[in-house]
């Protein structure tokens, strides 16, 4: 697959990000594992990546979460399937993401980073706060933060 161009990126209910995000994230665990007190917000926005077949391979979810005294929009359940990884289609769903949330005048973005994902999060303007620590399940993550960054919503190389 090239670059990411060959999906479409699109507004979902949460029942179609769920089992990629429990496939990716969550996998072995029970369904429950994957899903948020925030999925069913009427704030909470849910994207996925199509391919040309109808196949969804990638995922996440966002939604207004505050951040040390401020307004947050925050990035959960970001997977994208190992065919497509190095694609662009996680940079596409990410962009998405951001965009939203400076419509929303939601100027702090936040997640919870895998470890290995820190690298691609840094590529878009996203900083890592404080040290490593273990998440659910004893997975190493980092906090990352990314300010309001007006026309700059591609980010990346």
Same mark, same amino acid.
């Given at each position: 697959? #090239?670059?990411?161009?060959?999906?479409?990126?699109?507004?979902?209910?949460?029942?179609?990000?769920?089992?990629?995000?429990?496939?990716?994230?969550?996998?072995? /665990? *029970?369904?429950?594992?994957?899903?948020?007190?925030?999925?069913?917000?009427?704030?909470?926005?849910?994207?996925?990546? +199509?391919?040309?077949?109808?196949? &969804?391979?990638? &995922?996440?979810?966002?939604?207004?979460? *505050?951040?040390?005294? +401020?307004?947050?929009?925050?990035?959960?359940?970001?997977?994208? #399937?190992?065919?497509?990884?190095?694609?662009? &289609?996680?940079?596409?769903? /990410?962009?998405?993401?951001?965009?939203?949330?400076?419509? +929303?005048?939601?100027?702090?973005?936040?997640?919870?980073?895998?470890?290995?994902?820190?690298?691609?999060? +840094?590529?878009?303007?996203?900083?890592?706060?404080?040290?490593?620590? /273990?998440?659910?399940?004893?997975? *190493?993550?980092? /906090?990352?933060?990314?300010? =309001?960054?007006?026309? =700059? &919503?591609?980010?990346? *190389?």
């Amino acid at each position: 697959m #090239s670059r990411g161009g060959q999906v479409q990126i699109e507004a979902v209910p949460v029942e179609v990000v769920l089992p990629l995000r429990r496939a990716i994230l969550r996998a072995n /665990l *029970p369904a429950e594992e994957s899903t948020y007190a925030q999925d069913g917000m009427a704030t909470t926005l849910h994207l996925a990546a +199509r391919a040309a077949d109808g196949e &969804v391979v990638g &995922v996440c979810t966002w939604f207004p979460d *505050p951040l040390d005294g +401020r307004d947050g929009w925050r990035l959960r359940g970001m997977a994208t #399937s190992p065919q497509v990884r190095g694609t662009g &289609v996680g940079a596409r769903l /990410l962009a998405e993401g951001l965009a939203e949330g400076e419509r +929303r005048g939601l100027d702090l973005v936040w997640c919870q980073a895998r470890t290995p994902a820190v690298g691609f999060y +840094r590529r878009y303007g996203f900083v890592t706060v404080g040290q490593e620590f /273990l998440a659910v399940h004893g997975i *190493p993550h980092y /906090l990352m933060v990314r300010e =309001a960054q007006p026309g =700059a &919503v591609g980010g990346g *190389p």
